[in-house]
């Protein structure tokens, strides 16, 4: 059964009680559960917390509780001012069972009673105060709580990023932090929230999500009358990288009133490069190298490098053995653009000529972009070595090699005295190949020969060009098939072979050896093609007895593609290795 509640106009109760407020020393109500309440609300009848709802469970010291009242104040002191009462509504429920009430309200954001002929009280901070009484004479008040009645939620007057819209959080001084700042009229810390997504552009068009922001606690500041709070970004995505790349910051103000959410956007250029610097001329060819050899006798006046940012290009200086190189002399060539400078540098007159006390020269090139990233400061300048050299190679040497083939290709091999040169094989003074040495100065390549005899040299070329005097001459002879590479004896060794050179392509080519006397001892059909064929005896006849030592015939028959056979005559001895 309820417990009486004592009802009078609106105000008079709890204006009597209050101002005759003096508690006795008997144990005060305690709470049980609750109050369950929503903090901020928004009375405007779009269906979304229009209402605060109030619930909570009390019990009496030792009767049951005969007054339960509840009013919104104005006034956070307790006990609040009489005056400050704004609204006291009625009690949807009271249900007591023994020492224990359960009390529900609903406030919808009215004067008076809250009834629906009351106005609609102004948006701002309200405090509940719960009055609770025991008998005639203990009367009790709950610690007040807050409530917001707002019914236009957080407006955002102003977005802004700063230092700028350049972050550079790698470059060497920059703030490491970017803020995306905001000013509004009534945003509350404590009711109103703040966040902001991070998006990089995919290169398509879209966008794509990378990270997520919550706003600054400790930040907050008062710019052009109105409050100013923010949110900071390191430049890190989820995976906690630092890509380069434009961004989107989407910024949402939301309450828990129940109101729309504020939405606004900024755009961001991460710029975590520095420029990158390419060589494009040295009065040479560069293919994408940093050190060079160069002659002292052909030194280039000018070097030309490609400095390139998406966001452009501020500052490009050039040194020379760390001293600078004159601003006067080096310009932009007319191929330039804002993302991709060419520049020219001029040489000072007289470097690296006779009476240089230096062997070597080291060039940098340094660059800035507009968002201030130093090509030095991140990843290292643009080096370039030079090592001045004019002395001539070593005259290198080639290896012997049997002056009569019948094959047209061999593999020609020598030495020189230095490692990686370069080395020119010539036959009768025209280039015919390359080669480099290499740890052991040893270089090797195969060579085709020019029907008849050639004498064939090498020369030593190093990389600034400096060359030796040739080699001794070595002289080879080719006679191009047919022809029969066979020794004059046959010892039936294991690496003994007979190779055969066809003029021109060939179906098949055959061996038979015969005694003096004309009797066949072994045929042999030659493997390979399709002018190069070999074959090896055994020096046994065809029923696998060995034949004994002496003269043999041996006809060789070519049967070409075109049909046309070809036949040959020699005469060799047999003469077994000794055992």
């Known amino acids: 059964m309820s417990p009486p509640i004592k009802r009078t106009a609106f105000g008079s109760a709890l204006a009597l009680l209050l101002s005759g407020w003096a ?68 009690p949807l429920s009271l249900e007591t069972q023994g020492l224990r009430t359960q009390a529900e309200y609903l406030w919808q954001g009215r004067a008076g009673d809250d009834g629906p002929g009351q106005a609609l009280l102004p948006d701002g901070f309200y405090y509940l105060h719960i009055l609770l009484r025991e008998g005639a004479d203990s009367l009790w008040l709950a610690t007040p709580i807050q409530l917001e009645l707002n019914t236009a939620g957080p407006t955002l007057a102003a977005l802004a990023l700063e230092p700028s819209p350049f972050f550079t959080p790698l470059q060497d001084g920059a703030s490491p932090l970017l803020q995306l700042l905001f000013s ?27 990270a997520e922001l919550e706003r600054d606690p400790d930040y907050f500041d008062v710019a052009g009358g ?28 939301g309450d828990d009133a129940g109101n729309p959410a504020v939405t606004g956007s900024a755009d961001c250029n991460l710029d975590a490069r520095a420029p990158t610097i390419g060589l494009v001329d040295f009065g040479g060819p560069v293919a994408g190298g940093q050190s060079f050899i160069l002659h002292p006798d052909s030194l280039p006046d000018s070097l030309v490098v490609q400095v390139s940012d998406r966001n452009g290009v501020a500052l490009c200086v050039g040194f020379r053995d760390a001293a600078a190189l004159s601003s006067e002399d080096s310009r932009l060539l007319p191929q330039s653009s804002p993302e991709a400078q060419f520049i020219s540098f ?7 000529e006779a009476g240089d006390p230096l062997d070597s020269h080291h060039f940098t090139i340094d660059a800035i972009d507009l968002p201030g990233n130093r090509k030095s400061a991140l990843g290292g300048p643009f080096n370039l070595t030079l090592t001045l050299d004019g002395e001539a190679p070593p005259v290198p040497t080639l290896d012997p090699i049997a002056g009569e083939h019948i094959q047209p290709v061999v593999t020609l091999s020598g030495h020189c005295a230095e490692i990686a040169v370069g080395i ?20 090797s390549l195969p060579v ?25 001459g070595l002289a080879l002879r080719y006679t191009p098939g047919p022809a029969l590479g066979i020794p004059g004896r046959l010892r039936g060794e294991a690496d003994e072979t007979i190779r055969i ?59 070409y593609a075109s049909g046309e056979r070809e036949h040959e005559r020699k005469v060799v001895a047999v003469v077994r290795s000794a055992p």
């Open 23 to 90: 508690p006795l020393g008997l144990a005060a109500p305690a709470f049980v559960t609750g109050p369950f309440y929503a903090r901020a609300f928004s009375p405007n009848g779009d269906g979304s917390r229009d209402s605060c709802p109030i619930e909570f469970l009390a019990t009496g010291a030792s009767a049951p509780l005969d007054l339960i009242q509840l009013g919104i104040y104005a006034d956070t002191a307790v006990p609040p001012h009489p005056d400050s009462l704004r609204a006291a509504p009625p």
């Open 184 to 210: 509004s009229a009534d945003f509350d810390t404590l009711t109103d929230g703040a966040s902001a997504s991070v998006h990089r552009a995919d290169g398509a068009g879209g966008w794509l999500e990378v």
């Open 226 to 253: 109105l409050g100013r709070f923010r949110l900071l970004w390191d430049g890190r995505d989820a995976q906690e990288l630092i890509v380069d790349g434009s961004y989107r910051l989407r910024l949402t103000l």
């Open 346 to 352: 001029r040489l000072p007159e007289g470097w690296g």
């Open 424 to 443: 020119e094989l010539a036959q009768d003074g025209v280039l015919a190949g390359s080669a480099v040495t290499d740890i052991g100065g040893r270089f």
């Open 448 to 472: 085709v020969l020019s029907p008849g005899s050639h004498v064939w040299t090498a020369t030593a070329v190093d990389a600034a060009g400096n060359r030796s005097a040739p080699s001794t």
């Open 501 to 559: 050179n066809t003029r021109a392509p060939a179906r098949s080519v055959s061996l038979r050896f015969y005694t003096l006397e004309g009797e066949l001892l072994r045929q042999l059909d030659a493997q390979g093609g399709p002018d190069q064929f070999s074959a090896r005896w055994d020096l046994r006849d065809a029923g696998g007895r060995a034949v004994m030592d002496g003269l043999c015939v041996l006809n060789l028959e070519i049967v």
